[in-house]
């Protein structure tokens, strides 16, 4: 069985009073269930938000990490300092990084093993920009940005690594791909894997979708079988919406 996660990305929202408190509705609303719910915080909110989460299931990640463990790198934050404050995941390569970052696959492919060595889980995120997808290369790019930011691990490493999703088009735009675009490129993100490290594996990765995921569209996403659950933004930065996606 795949675990099933919804990640709220909280991207660079909420000063710490404002996130207390929506950690605090998220907790007074989230009832008890099998499905990781995770919050993609400023790094600012660890300390104050992971004494909130504490003894809840609700798990913490970061947006980004550095490539190093430490050193001369003035205002980076590292896997190991966010290991040593409870946070559990990662977020990697989501498509603001790689566009106002220049962050490419062979640098997410150093900052995924940085984080692994940390005991952090990765949330990968992949993704297609508009004109890729009417050039029709979208399901080659998805590839490639599997192939070099992950291939490198072995199956065991595999079983921290979360995939999402996130066709750039899609991210804040309130245009959601359909859940038929999103089926057939997560059943390829799938075989893609499956090549590599073979079906059991492949069938035991999450893939999450994310872009304009919204109570109203949540259900019918995330019906579809090869579809695990999401990475929200900007519904996850409202208790109410973010928890019916959850239910969904
Ligand atoms: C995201 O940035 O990861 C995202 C999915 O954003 P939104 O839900 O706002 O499209």
Not at 9 to 32: A, H, R
Not at 63 to 71: I, T
Not at 123 to 133: Q, S, V
Request: hydrophobic fraction near 40%; aromatic fraction near 6%; proline fraction near 1%.
């Amino acid at each position: 069985m795949r675990k099933k996660i919804v990640a709220g990305n909280w991207k660079m929202n909420k000063n710490i009073q404002q996130g207390k408190e929506l950690c605090n509705s998220i907790l007074n609303l989230l009832e008890t269930s099998n499905k990781e719910v995770i919050l993609a915080v400023p790094f600012t909110h660890f300390t104050v938000l992971a004494e909130l989460v504490k003894g809840s299931n609700l798990k913490l990640a970061a947006q980004n990490c550095h490539h190093e463990l430490s050193g001369a790198y003035t205002g980076e934050i590292s896997a190991s300092m966010f290991a040593s404050l409870g946070v559990d995941y990662v977020i990697l390569g989501h498509s603001e990084r790689r566009a106002y970052n220049n962050e490419d696959n062979d640098l997410l492919r150093k900052k995924i093993d940085t984080a692994l060595s940390q005991n952090l889980k990765v949330i990968y995120c992949c993704g297609e920009t508009l004109d890729e997808r009417n050039s029709g290369v979208h399901f080659d790019l998805v590839a490639k940005q599997i192939i070099e930011g992950v291939f490198h691990l072995n199956s065991e490493e595999m079983k921290n690594i979360v995939i999402a999703y996130e066709p750039v088009w899609a991210i804040g735009t309130g245009e959601t791909a359909t859940s038929v675009q999103v089926q057939e490129i997560h059943v390829h993100i799938r075989s893609v894997i499956a090549r590599k490290y073979g079906e059991y594996v492949a069938d035991g990765i999450s893939i999450l979708y994310g872009g304009s995921c919204k109570p109203s569209n949540a259900h019918e996403l995330f019906s579809q079988t090869d579809v695990d659950g999401g990475l929200i933004g900007g519904a996850s930065l409202n208790a109410e919406d973010f928890i019916s996606i959850i239910k969904a």
